[in-house]
């Protein structure tokens, strides 16, 4: 698919002046950041870059896009012939997919033509922007969850795109797998499901529908036991799968006091090994106060796609540098008041300590070296418009998860705890 019209209308119109006016060309550096983190958050995850740079790939306008542009009198004619032939010719580096990320890092920086760094500006957002909230709110539920599973199972509370992305980067953040097929087949994401109480409502009778569940799939399957009595359906689950059961999920009402008796009827009727999974609204909270409870896996929906309540990251991308007519590089930035920005492209590096423990991020105006333990945080995914295409796809997606494992461990164990506090880690700006 054709991704060049996910973009704002300013952007071309934009583009169109700068062409006139001779500066379109101009080689500038822009730079994707958060100015902070959602209130009370320790720390964000970077996500969504493998997909942007899939899209990367399609970002160019057909005859059809040619057309609405020139019928809709977007852009003029001079502006039509730039974007026949666009493709992206820059570079691209950054932070690793499934980094974490603070305040004023450099999460994303391109460096190309004013036109062409222009014109990718709003794909390069609403990616980032949505990816990247979903994963800061997957990881901290894999915090609450500990050993425990995470199942992503929201696809029916967002767009229907919207939930691919969502579930690829939940997986990345931690996530066991996903209910949603097609991000399986995109990702090579393990997916998961059995039944709704739709499929219960259909037969004549529970035990009825559970017998049809058991024969087609197997007794390891899970029976969902609270369409009616929760007691009466763990009864009936254990009768019709017997104790190599694999599991029953508990889908409403107090999911505590619920799970640790139905723990002792499972373990009274000779389920030991049945496993228990919990569903029904939860979020990193929720998870956490079911830490004590006898459940072996959760299952989470509308709280993990819409961000546990941010849904976005509320990163800008800014023009941080530009070539003068000298040739002369010139850093550039925005003055006005709660959006500032710093001029200049940033180069990052995580400190350590001797424990190899993260004590702050360090961002200069110039490549550095902090003279300790630390870890370069920009690499590179395109260079000279060639895409790196080991971020993409199946292996793209298991990369970063392996990213956000290790970024993860390196944090200070406060960054696991959901009290609402200052960035885990200080962002600390160098003045050379």
């Not at 209308?9 to 500066?23: D, F, P, R």
Request: proline letters at 3%; charged letters at 20%; one cysteine or more.
């Amino acid at each position: 698919m054709l991704t060049s019209l996910f973009t704002d209308h300013y952007e071309l119109t934009m583009l169109q002046a700068a062409l006139a006016s001779g500066a379109a060309h101009r080689p500038s550096v822009f730079e994707a950041f958060a100015r902070r983190l959602p209130e009370g958050r320790r720390y964000g995850v970077v996500a969504g870059t493998g997909r942007l740079l899939e899209g990367l790939k399609n970002f160019h306008f057909d005859e059809a896009q040619l057309k609405f542009l020139s019928d809709t009198k977007v852009v003029n004619k001079e502006t039509l012939s730039f974007l026949e032939n666009f493709k992206f010719t820059g570079e691209i580096t950054g932070y690793a997919e499934g980094e974490l990320y603070f305040p004023n890092s450099p999460i994303l920086t391109v460096r190309s033509t004013f036109a062409e760094a222009c014109v990718i500006e709003t794909y390069i957002l609403s990616i980032l922007n949505h990816d990247s909230a979903i994963a800061s709110a997957a990881s901290r539920m894999i915090a609450s969850a500990g050993t425990r599973p995470c199942i992503e199972m929201g696809s029916r509370r967002t767009h229907e795109e919207s939930a691919v992305a969502a579930a690829r980067a939940a997986i990345i953040a931690g996530f066991d797998s996903t209910s949603n097929l097609e991000a399986g087949a995109r990702y090579g994401i393990k997916t998961v499901g059995t039944s709704a109480h739709s499929f219960t409502l259909l037969h004549d009778s529970e035990e009825a529908a559970f017998t049809a569940q058991v024969n087609s799939l197997g007794k390891d399957t899970t029976l969902l036991v609270d369409t009616y009595d929760v007691e009466a359906g763990v009864r009936t689950a254990v009768k019709v799968g017997g104790p190599k059961l694999g599991g029953v999920r508990l889908d409403s009402g107090d999911l505590i006091a619920q799970a640790g008796w139905v723990r002792e009827l499972l373990d009274d009727l000779g389920n030991w090994n049945t496993k228990i999974t919990v569903t029904s609204d939860l979020d990193e909270y929720a998870i956490a106060a079911l830490a004590s409870a006898p459940v072996d896996s959760y299952g989470v929906g509308t709280a993990l796609v819409t961000g546990s309540g941010h849904p976005t990251a509320s990163m800008v991308y800014k023009l941080v540098a530009r070539q003068d007519s000298a040739g002369q590089w010139i850093p550039v930035a925005k003055a006005a008041a709660n959006k500032t920005s710093v001029g200049g492209r940033k180069h990052a590096i995580r400190q350590l300590n001797e424990r190899n423990r993260a004590t702050a991020e360090v961002v200069s105006l110039s490549e550095f070296s902090t003279g300790g333990p630390e870890r370069k945080l920009s690499i590179p995914f395109v260079t000279n418009g060639e895409i790196d295409e080991s971020y993409i796809g199946a292996s793209g997606v298991q990369k970063a998860r392996a990213r956000h494992y290790a970024s993860i461990q390196e944090m200070p164990g406060v960054a696991r705890k959901l009290q609402r506090g200052e960035p885990v880690i200080p962002t600390i700006m160098r003045e050379d």
